[in-house]
């Protein structure tokens, strides 16, 4: 029969029949007290010679669900996997940024357009460009461009210190610049290029955004993705390549 209230263990009694709990499956060998039967059974063993589990069971925890091994095509970089997606679903949002958000379409499309520009300055495979932009999505713009037109970048963090910065771009060689114009005065004194993002974007007029989502470049995936710094605290920061 069923009853009602609290038993003497804080267990509400309304889940718990006359028959007891022996019966429910995978808790026959707990007793009232929940201690497993089988520990105190005098076989030997104390109480961390026991599993709480069977062999089954610890081959579903550590080798089933972790069998999370897929494969990948190998031959594509992570900007043409970008471009597949805004093919399939171009209006859905790619990116949030407090109150600014942008759909795939859009993000593709002000990237292509940028790394046209960026092609035109002279990038190409294994060049380094670096991107001092505060994070917004200007700077996810900036990344994919240049992806796009087939250089790698050095993401050069606003907030350096300024020596930081000047060794940087000056150990790189990064042939071209892009940053923000709020940012342009930041930059210590170099032969690169400056491109600012917020006044180049508005300006181009190449769209192609109904055309050739991918760049004509020579990129594959054994080229220069990014160089990015050590922190320089045993000595002078050094640029590991990616």
């Known amino acids: 029969m069923m009853r009602s209230g609290k038993n003497g263990n804080g267990v509400d009694d309304d889940v718990i029949n006359a028959d007891g709990i022996d019966g429910i499956d995978g808790i026959d060998d707990i007793d009232g007290s929940g201690i497993d039967k089988k520990a105190v ?33 190998n031959t594509v970089c992570i900007h043409q996997l970008f471009e597949r997606q805004a093919q399939i679903c171009p209006q859905s949002i790619a990116l949030v940024f407090r109150d600014q958000e942008i759909s795939y379409a859009e993000l593709n499309s ?53 020596d930081r910065i000047d060794l940087m771009i000056a150990d790189s060689q990064a042939s071209i610049l892009l940053t923000h114009s709020s940012l342009r005065d930041r930059l210590p004194a170099n032969n690169a290029a400056v491109v600012c993002v917020d006044n180049l974007l ?21 080229h220069l993705a990014y160089v990015i710094y050590t922190s320089g605290s045993t000595g002078i920061p050094k640029g590991v390549m990616v």
């Open 41 to 73: 059974k005098g076989n030997g063993k104390g109480l961390d010679g026991e599993s709480l589990i069977t062999d089954v069971q610890r081959k579903t925890v550590l080798v089933d669900w972790n069998n999370t091994q897929k494969s990948f095509d």
């Open 110 to 162: 002000k990237a292509n357009r940028l790394a046209l520009s960026l092609q035109a300055l002279g990038a190409k495979p294994d060049n380094l460009i670096g991107l001092f932009i505060e994070r917004s999505i200007d700077m996810v713009v900036g990344l994919l461009a240049i992806l796009k037109s087939g250089a790698a970048y050095v993401p050069l963090d606003p907030s350096y210190p300024h």
């Open 202 to 222: 508005p300006d181009i007029s190449v769209d192609l955004a109904d055309k050739r989502l991918s760049l004509i470049n020579a990129v594959t995936p054994n």
